[in-house]
């Protein structure tokens, strides 16, 4: 069974991410890495969909904040999707992690389209008795958001 007990990032989806980081930075005093845009290809409901979204982590931690957004109708449109959106969890098995939390319940929503089909990268899970989602990210992915943290490309 996959263990949601240790998040490293809560995400909230936000209408503008710039403006978010300005207002949440002037009443906090929280800092943030560089804002990222990113195209993706997710895989939904089996079918490869493309999206856009920009976003970025706060510095601090050890629960860092993430504010995204992204056009109407995508997953990171404020009207359908805004304010706290999911908590995100390192993953040694995303395939592993998402089965067992499938067993428990769980709907995955979607995830990072594999080029042979399939799921890699991340995904998102949703659990029958809570509204909010479970990200899951593959350590895989760890370099990427470690050369991003120290000042560098993001990917």
């Known amino acids: 069974m996959a263990l949601i007990t240790d998040p490293f990032h809560s995400g909230i989806v936000v209408a503008d991410v710039e ?7 002037a009443s906090t005093g929280m800092t943030w890495h560089s804002l990222q845009s990113l195209d993706l290809n997710l895989l939904v409901d089996g079918e490869v969909v ?3 979204v920009r976003f970025t982590y706060s510095v601090e931690g050890p629960v860092q904040l993430e504010l995204a957004d992204g056009p109407k109708g995508s997953f990171w449109d404020v009207d359908l999707y805004g304010g706290l959106n999911h908590l ?3 993953t040694e098995d995303l395939h592993g992690d998402i089965a067992a939390l ?8 979607y995830g990072g389209a594999a080029e042979g089909g399939g799921l890699e990268g991340f995904a998102f899970l949703v659990p029958p008795a809570a509204g909010i989602r ?6 895989a ?4 958001f470690d050369r991003w943290f120290a000042g560098g490309e993001f990917g």
Request: with cysteine; glycine share 10%; hydrophobic share 45%.
């Open 19 to 25: 403006e978010a980081m300005a207002e949440i930075s």
């Open 50 to 52: 493309s999206a856009s």
């Open 88 to 90: 995100g969890y390192w």
């Open 102 to 109: 499938q067993s428990g319940g769980c709907e995955l929503i």
């Open 134 to 139: 479970i990200e899951l990210i593959d350590v």
């Open 141 to 144: 992915m760890r370099p990427a």
